[in-house]
Structure formats: C-alpha cells, structure tokens
C-alpha cells in the first residue's frame, strides 16, 4: 500500500468516527406547577442548527454527542439548560415565566388575552394604580395625559357629570366620534341622552327649554377599585374587532377577579374625601314665579305651567294662588301667598362643621 493510499484511508475514517459518537437522546417535558405535558417546546443543540419540539405527550427526539449542551425553550416559561452525558433519557420540567405574562392583555371582542409585543396595532394599557392613585372626582379624568393621541371632553357639571373620550381627534362634524366602551368584552352604552359633553345629543329635552343639564354616562357607575386594567385601542385595530361602532377606537375595561384561595378570606379597604366649594353662582331673579308668557294667575295642576321650567309667570305679590303640596303630592286646596324664597338652592352646597 501507498503512502497516498495511507492518507486517503484515514481522511475517509474521521467523519464516521465523528458520527459514531452521536447518539438518539430522548425524554419529556413537563410543566413545574402541575407536571402536564407541555407542547411545542423547543429543543435545540446550542450553536448548532439541530432542534426539534415536543409533541402533544410532552415527548422528544434527538440526535446528539456527549458534552453538548441542550436548550429548553417556549413562551411563558423560564429556559433551561442541560449538558448531555451518558445518560440517554433527559426529562425536565420547565418552571412558568411571570415576566412573559405581564405584558398580556384583553384584544378581541371574545375577551381572548394576547401579548402587547404580538399586536398589530396600537394599544395603550392602564393598571388600577393609575386610576387610583390621587383619584378625582370622576375616574376618567385619570385618562388625560397618559394616553397618546386621547381627548378628554368634560361638561363641567362635578362628579356626575359625563366625559366624552374622543381618540385621534374628530372623524365628522355631525355624528357621534367617541370611542366605544367595552366592559369584560360586553359593549356598554355610555348615552343618557342627556349630556352636555356631546352636541349630537338633547341636553334638556326639545322645545322651549333653556336649561342645560348633564345626566352623567354609563361610565360613571363603574368604581375605579373594582377595574383591573383599561386598554385603549385606536385606529383599524379596534374596528376590525368591533365592526363599525370600533370605528373610533375602543375602550377596554377589564374588572378585577377573584384571586384568593380556597378556605381563605380577605378584606380591603379604600378611603378618600375631598372638600369642594362653588366657585361662583349663576345671577338668577326672584321677581316673577314659574310660568308662561307672562301670564297673570297661577293654578296648579291646571294652568299652562304645570309642565314648564320656565319663570315667566305673575309677579311676586304675595298673593294667593292654589300651589303645590308636597304633603297631598298634588294641588292644596288652600290657597297660599305667591312669594319668592331667595337662594334655597345655596344653602344645599353650604359647608357645616359637626
């Protein structure tokens, strides 16, 4: 034999002594907290392109050399890391990642959770210490300033009255632009027909009346403490969930659940006070009483003013005119002088000390 044919021989023998020392390693993996199989795990041989994933029984396959490392891998849980040895069979339990589930939030109109970093589209979230801490009067307020591209309309009437949330601005001149309201997936309707915050409804009936008034929304029996979190969607995104009433934009509120467990009770306790007082009061006059056009006799129950809120009616003279009693809830069947009783509504807002 040659010394070429020598050297040609040994070149041959190196990748089959190589690959001689592969071996199959199999095993299965299981999830820590309750040791169920855990599907589409990815195994991998570090820094080579050998992988392969667990099936549905938690079980896998592959091909590997002694003192080569295996990763563990899947979303939700911790990776882990083992160096293989002699032993064939490497099972292991994989320990669940809070990290990774932090960033979940409620996307579809089926209350289905998917990651914030797996949205196609924009989506702002807001946990319950941002809605109560230094809570306002009205918990929407908390929304201004930490949303992008969110604009707070208020009516100005204290704690009941209502807030029109409008996202990226105006859509029309004459139809209604604010975001849909979602509650635990089920959309809530947020109109009384009664607000001032929103031109495109009545404010105080139709007619005559000159009164605006603001009946508060839907949104303001919700108690901040009870909401887990709010998510706000502007743009395609939430249309495409919600149809045409997502057309400008959604938000979600998610509630708070139940977490405690079993043969376990719990009691929390929130308290906040604030001290208002009324900036300035309306001039109003006590010259005339309630009615119409001017008219020159009061009789309750049977003149043109029973339905009115309106005081173009007689003059206060102190005379008598059958009026309101609220002890029959009706008409008195004694006439009583037709005086005015100046500023009684103030003295509803008046601070006492006890």
């Not at 007082?277 to 008219?295: C, I, S």
């Amino acid at each position: 034999m040659t010394k070429s044919s020598i050297i040609f021989l040994l070149l041959l023998s190196v990748p089959v002594l190589v690959w001689s020392q592969q071996r199959t390693i199999t095993g299965k993996i299981t999830a820590a907290a309750n040791n169920e199989p855990l599907e589409h795990i990815s195994v991998q041989i570090a820094c080579t392109s050998r992988g392969t994933t667990t099936k549905s029984d938690g079980f896998y396959s592959i091909m590997a050399s002694p003192d080569e490392t295996i990763i563990f891998s899947g979303v939700g849980y911790n990776s882990r890391e083992m160096k293989i040895g002699k032993n064939n069979n490497i099972s292991i339990q994989l320990i669940a990642s809070t990290t990774d589930l932090e960033n979940v939030v409620v996307t579809t109109a089926l209350g289905i959770r998917r990651e914030a970093r797996a949205l196609g589209y924009s989506q702002t979230t807001l946990e319950n210490k941002d809605l109560t801490d230094a809570v306002s009067s009205n918990w929407t307020d908390a929304l201004s300033g930490k949303v992008a591209g969110l604009n707070m309309i208020r009516s100005g009437a204290g704690p009941t009255g209502s807030n029109k949330i409008i996202l990226r601005g105006e859509n029309n001149l004459t139809g209604d632009n604010e975001a849909l309201i979602v509650v635990d997936g089920v959309v809530i309707n947020n109109s009384t027909a009664k607000r001032t915050a929103n031109g495109s409804e009545a404010v105080y009936g139709t007619g005559s009346d000159n009164m605006p008034a603001d009946y508060g929304s839907g949104l303001n029996d919700i108690n901040p403490e009870d909401i887990e979190s709010v998510t706000v969607l502007k743009g395609p995104g939430a249309a495409a969930l919600y149809g045409q009433r997502g057309a400008n934009g959604a938000i979600i509120i998610t509630t708070k659940s139940s977490k405690r467990k079993k043969n376990e009770w719990g009691v929390t306790i929130n308290s906040k006070y604030n001290i208002e007082e009324v900036n300035r009061w309306p001039d109003m006059q006590f010259e005339y009483g309630l009615g119409l056009d001017g008219q020159a006799d009061y009789d309750f129950g049977f003149s043109a003013n029973r339905s009115t809120s309106s005081a173009y009616g007689p003059r206060f003279d102190g005379q008598l005119f059958y009026q309101y009693n609220p002890i029959r809830h009706g008409r008195d069947s004694i006439p009583t002088p037709w005086i005015p009783y100046p500023n009684k509504s103030r003295k509803y807002f008046e601070q006492e000390t006890h």
